[in-house]
């Protein structure tokens, strides 16, 4: 089993630019979770998926937007791209009843 | 005043020490997570608890849900446990929902 696996590991993309990132959950996991961690902070929930739908949701700009494939394998969009978008961003999946989170390697953003 | 907050930030230890970590919080929890990341690494999860104690080889979490305090103890510590170690709350109203994460301690074990 390969775990989470997230691609790419690493971008550098320019101010305004819309990127996004992909996360393949573990093998029998339905539901992905997208954090974003800034440099020396911890990380903060962007939200989750479930059934292919925006479960919940945390304080981040409409810029940043998801979806969820039927294979339960997830993408994370952002729009117009600013310098402090700049993070490592994580996904993390959970299967059925939760009971367990794994997260992926991550995915590095340098936005400049 | 944050959610979850850890003590000690930093961390600094000679091989073999034993090693505590602190983690409180402030809301109704139904389970708390011990992660750990390697710089420049993805985050690796090490326990999840929801009661009482665990433990893994070396490693010991420990948690009192009427305290909302929990720990995590390193027995034998020895360089390669270097890292950052995280403890997460789930505020979103699961156990596997939104999580809210410590800022983390930075452990460093010296040869």
């Known amino acids: 089993d390969a775990g989470v696996t997230q691609s790419p590991t690493h971008l550098i993309k320019t101010r305004g630019q819309q990127v996004t990132l992909r996360c393949s959950p573990k093998?029998?996991?339905?539901?992905v979770s997208w954090y974003q961690q800034a440099l020396g902070q911890g990380p903060q929930f962007i939200f989750q998926?479930?059934?292919?739908?925006?479960?919940q949701r945390g304080n981040f700009p409409d810029r940043f937007s998801g979806h969820q494939f039927p294979n339960y394998s997830s993408e994370l969009n952002v729009n117009a791209l600013l310098l402090g978008d700049s993070a490592l961003y994580l996904c993390?999946?959970?299967?059925?009843?939760?009971?367990?989170?794994?997260f992926g390697q991550g995915t590095r953003l340098t936005v400049v | 005043k944050n959610e979850v907050e850890q003590s000690p930030q930093n961390l600094t230890a000679q091989e073999g020490e034993f090693i505590t970590i602190n983690c409180s919080y402030s809301v109704g929890i139904s389970a708390l997570h011990w992660l750990q990341q390697h710089p420049g690494g993805g985050i690796v999860s090490l326990f999840m608890l929801s009661s009482g104690k665990k433990k893994h080889g070396r490693l010991i979490a420990t948690i009192n849900i009427q305290e909302k305090h929990s720990s995590l103890h390193i027995t034998a510590s020895h360089p390669r446990d270097s890292a950052v170690y995280i403890c997460?709350?789930?505020?979103?109203?699961?156990?596997?929902?939104?999580?809210?994460f410590g800022q983390g301690t930075i452990l460093t074990v010296h040869p």
């Open positions: 998926y479930y059934e292919e739908e925006e479960r």
């Open positions: 997460a709350v789930p505020t979103g109203g699961t156990s596997y929902g939104k999580l809210t």
């Open positions: 993390a999946s959970s299967p059925p009843g939760g009971t367990e989170a794994f």
């Open positions: 093998s029998g996991h339905d539901t």
